[in-house]
C-alpha cells in the first residue's frame, strides 16, 4: 500500500515540473509550421517559448515587452457529424449528440520588434485555456481581448 501510495505521489509530481501547455498551432506568421501541429508553450517572465511536442526543439521566443496584443475567442458547432454515426446504431443517443455542442477555446498573440511584426493563433485544451491567458497576460502586462465582442469597422 505504501509503495503504490508513492509511486502514485511520484507520477504526479514528476508531471507537475512539466509547466509548459499544449496547444495546436492554427496559423500565423512563424516560418515552417502548418495548421494543425502541436506545440508546448512555456510562459515565463523572462519569455514566452514555443517548442515542439516533446518539448525538445525550440521553434520560437517571444519576449513579453514586444507583444501588443493577447486575444481570445471560441469556435462553437454542433456535433452533426457525431450524431450521424450514432444515429445510425441507436436513435436516442444520436438524437441527444446532435443537441450538444463542443467549443474550441483559441489563443492569439501578436508582437512587435521594431519594423517586424508578427502573430499566430493556437488552439488551447479547455482545461488550460484560463491558465494560459492568466499567464500571458501576467507576463506581458496586455488584458486579452475577447476577439468576440470586438467590432470591424470598414
Known sequence: MILCLALFHFAFTTAAKDAGYT???DGGSIPGL?????????????GIRLTD???????MSIVPSTVTEV??????????????AF???TLGLGALTAL???????????WATGDVKGGFAMQCDKNDYRGVLAGLEGVTGKKAVDSEAMTVRS
Open 34 to 46: 502548418k495548421a494543425g501541429e502541436k506545440l508546448k508553450m512555456y510562459v515565463e517572465s523572462g
Open 71 to 84: 486575444s481570445y475567442g471560441q469556435d462553437v458547432h454542433r456535433r452533426v457529424g457525431t450524431a450521424i
Open 23 to 25: 496547444v495546436i498551432y
Open 87 to 89: 444515429g445510425v446504431f
Open 53 to 59: 511536442e516533446k518539448g525538445k526543439t525550440q521553434v
Open 100 to 110: 450538444s455542442k463542443s467549443k474550441k477555446h483559441f489563443v492569439g498573440l501578436t
